[in-house]
């Protein structure tokens, strides 16, 4: 079947303390891309990548880290969590001809 | 930034009716996009318009775009109440590329 898989699906941890939330894809997309949704203020883009090694920022990159080396994965890295990234965190995927994404099923973060 | 937004923000009608939400943008585009999405999954893609298209069909939604107005509605018909969700569009614009613009969403909820 194929999918945007991302792991976990929630996720309680501390202010400072490294996670990483994974993301892979069995499509053989080149698109990826990490959003953050909050109540009020919709789907906001942290990151994206064109392809293997090609990442850039979104509209809210600051405290997020992003790694493309291979063609299906695409982690999110907060080095240093803090409250104000609670949120719902969705990868998603999309052929560079298609333009529809395809969305994981999402990762509920909360940083206390 | 977010471009699309949607109106209204949250309908609530009887099974069996029809729901209308309309979406608006501020640049030109080369498609819009709408997803829906249940209850904190993720989203899933409902149909592609492209810039050239006036209406589209696909099962029990139609969409229409009106490139003059810098608008589109998505309409629902004969609603059910599993199609009680949120309902977002998205653009290509202002980004080009793959990335996209969401809007802040409209929550529909079909009373049975």
């Known amino acids: 079947e194929a999918q945007v898989t991302q792991n976990p699906r929630y996720l309680i941890t501390v202010t400072g303390k490294k996670l990483t939330v994974t993301c892979s894809q069995n499509m053989n997309h080149e698109y990826m891309s990490w959003y953050r949704q909050d109540p009020g203020l919709g789907l906001r883009q942290i990151y994206y990548s064109m392809n293997v090694e090609v990442t850039d920022k979104g509209d809210v990159p600051e405290g997020y880290k992003v790694s493309r080396k291979e063609k299906r994965n695409f982690p999110l890295i907060l080095e240093s969590p803090s409250p104000n990234q609670t949120s719902l965190y969705f990868c998603?995927?999309?052929?560079?001809?298609?333009?529809?994404?395809?969305f994981g099923s999402g990762t509920r973060l909360t940083v206390v | 930034s977010q471009q699309g937004e949607e109106d209204p923000q949250a309908l609530s009608i009887q099974e069996g009716e029809n729901a209308t939400m309309n979406c608006s943008y501020k640049t030109s585009i080369n498609n819009l996009q709408w997803y829906r999405q249940n209850s904190g999954r993720g989203l899933v893609h409902l149909i592609l318009i492209r810039s050239n298209e006036r209406e589209k069909h696909s099962g029990r939604l139609r969409v229409t775009l009106d490139t003059s107005k810098k608008s589109s509605s998505l309409l629902i018909t004969a609603s059910r109440a599993a199609d009680t969700a949120s309902y977002f569009c998205?653009?290509?614009?202002?980004?080009?590329?793959?990335?996209?613009?969401f809007g802040k969403g409209n929550q529909v909820v079909v009373i049975p």
């Open positions: 998205a653009t290509d614009a202002p980004y080009g590329n793959n990335r996209l613009a």
């Open positions: 998603a995927s999309s052929a560079l001809t298609a333009k529809s994404y395809t």
